[in-house]
Every structure is written in C-alpha cells, then in structure tokens.
C-alpha cells in the first residue's frame, strides 16, 4: 500500500476502487506529470525547486484525457468541508484530499507543504484512515484534528478544503489498442510544456534558472549546515524534485515501448520514446548528484560544491532539452483524449 509519489499514490486508490487499474508510472505520464519549478521569495525559508507539475494538475489531466468523471469540491467552510467527506466515505466512496503535511502526525517531515494529497478511506469518532506514500507509512491515520488544520492551512499551493472523487464511465475500456491514443499526446504535450515554458522559472528554462541561483544559496539561506541539506532532502527524499519523478518518467516510457508492440505503429516513434527513455535514466542520475553535493555543501561549508552542482543542473538542462526534443516529435497520428469502447 502507498506509492512513490502522493497524487499518484491517492489517485490509484481512487481509480482503483473504481475498476481501473493503472501502474503508477503510466498515472504520472498520461497525467502530462513531468515538469520543473524553480521558486524563490521573501516569504520562504528555503528555495523551492519541485519536478513536477503544480499539485492536482496531474489529476485534471489524467482524468480528462480518458474520459472520467472527475468530481471537486472546495469551500472555505471547514464544517461543510467534513460533511462533504464523511458524506463520501459514509458511501463507501474513497476521498482524495489536499493539504499541508506539516499538520499530519504520523508525517516524517515537519516542512510545510499544501500541495500534499491523500486518499481518505475512513473514520472513527477520533482518527481519519489515510493512504499516503510508502515512504510515510501506506496506510496510516491521524486524529480529526490535525486533519482539520492540515486541511485550512494556507500559503504557496495551498487549496480550499479541496477534495474529489473519481467515477469510470462503463463505456471506458483500457485494453492496450486503446491506451496508446491517450499516451503519445500525453507525452507529445508535456514535451512542450516543458520546452517552452511560458516563464523562467519553468521548465528546461528553469534548471537554468535553478543554475544561476544554486551558487547563491550559501548567502540565501540563514544557515547553510542546517539549511542546505534540509533541501536536498526534499529534493531527493521527500519527492519535491530530484531524481523522483524522472525515475517515474523513464518507467512510464519504457511501459509506452511495451505498448507499440500491440500497435502498428512505426519504428521512428519507438525509437524516439527509446530515446526520451534512456536519457531521463540518464538525467536521473544527475539529479541525484545535486542532492548529494548540496548537502555535502550545507555540511563541509564547501562553496565549491555549489559551483559544480551548478554545472551539473547545465548538464541536466541539455540532457532533459534532449529528451523532450524527440518526445515532442512523436506522430500525431493517434491523437485523442477518451478511451470509450465502440458502441
């Protein structure tokens, strides 16, 4: 129980009480996942850099590409934002929900971040019933209470009470024939977004950005021993970037190889997935070895280690640009976003 990455890890519980059954990797590539931020103000402590797309992105994505039927809520009410839940869960319909980490008990980190996702299964008079990551534990709880502040919590990504539920329509089929026309736009889109983002902060355009202000970061933050391996944890063990979400990119590319042996879809597109494949395992690498020189940084006070992980987000940027160069190639010829059976 519980999956690498939060929104996938809630959404396959979703999709699985609903009939439908998808590999984490294949959740975060139809959800277009795959991204890059770089982000840095006055109210932070610490910059954030994050290798995926905003939080519930995913989900929208995922949702409307094969044609399911995503239900949301929000309010700012906290007691109608229970109700809506227990109403839910009173059904024997599972929850998912956004909220800061910081407020839930049993998490490891004590780091705020509202763009957290659970799914709620269950509740007593004291405690909610939680699928997070196997990281946090699988199948955890905590009280009422901290569930309630986790879910008011305001600040950067945060939502209001936001929960949702996922229904598949019975006309949906997923045999592979049909799970290919929604994998190449979905890879063809994302390959754009991250080409040509429209800020500097974003994409290939923001592990640049991310470059520059890597060398700074002895001056940015208050204490560099405490703080700089506080950041590569997130980067690389709490799923906020690092190597995550490109190791979840590459298995979902090599699940689209297995696809194209159902389809009679042509040598070049396979080889361009190949390719995108095999340089995201590449890039994966690499972001490991930022974490481990930003926290050897924080911990010798080796300014050094900064520059040459600057140099390595470079090499990052030129080997992810690669990548999404030949992804965004990728024929347009099945394109679509429902996955309905004929009728």
């Known amino acids: 129980m519980g999956g690498l990455h939060c929104e996938t890890t809630a959404l396959g519980v979703l999709l699985s009480h609903a009939g439908l059954h998808l590999s984490e990797p294949m959740m975060f590539g139809l959800g277009a996942g795959l991204s890059f931020v770089y982000w840095d103000s006055k109210k932070q402590d610490l910059p954030f850099l994050g290798g995926r797309v905003r939080p519930f992105a995913l989900t929208q994505n995922l949702t409307e590409r094969l044609g399911l039927e995503l239900r949301v809520q929000e309010t700012t009410s906290a007691p109608k934002a229970w109700d809506q839940v227990r109403a839910s869960i009173d059904r024997g319909i599972p929850v998912g929900l956004q909220l800061d980490s910081h407020d839930l008990e049993y998490f490891g980190s004590r780091v705020h971040f509202a763009g957290h996702v659970v799914a709620m299964y269950g509740y007593d008079d004291e405690r909610a019933y939680l699928v997070d990551t196997a990281q946090q534990g699988g199948g955890v709880s905590t009280s009422l209470q901290s569930l309630a502040r986790a879910r008011a919590a305001r600040g950067p990504m945060a939502a209001r009470h936001r ?92 699940e689209c190889l297995g696809l194209f042996e159902t389809s009679r879809e042509g040598n070049r597109d396979r080889d361009l997935v190949q390719r995108g494949r095999d340089l995201f395992a590449e890039s994966a690498l690499l972001w490991t070895r930022v974490a481990e020189l930003v926290e050897g940084a924080g911990v010798t006070g080796d300014l050094q280690r900064l520059a040459d992980a600057s140099d390595v987000l470079e090499e990052i940027a030129a080997t992810e640009t690669s990548a999404m160069t030949a992804l965004r190639s990728l024929a347009a010829s099945t394109s679509g976003t429902v996955l309905a059976a004929d009728a």
């Open 163 to 254: 929960s949702f539920t996922v229904e598949v329509p019975e006309q949906v089929e997923l045999a592979p024939e049909r799970l290919l026309p929604a994998v190449i736009p979905a890879i063809t889109e994302c390959a754009e977004a991250f080409l040509a983002p429209p800020i500097a902060n974003l994409g290939n355009r923001g592990i640049h950005t991310a470059s520059k202000r890597i060398r700074t970061w002895f001056d940015r933050v208050e204490e560099p021993d405490r703080d700089l391996p506080v950041i590569a944890t997130l980067m690389e063990r709490a799923g906020t970037g690092g190597a995550l979400f490109r190791n979840l990119y590459r298995d979902f590319l090599t």
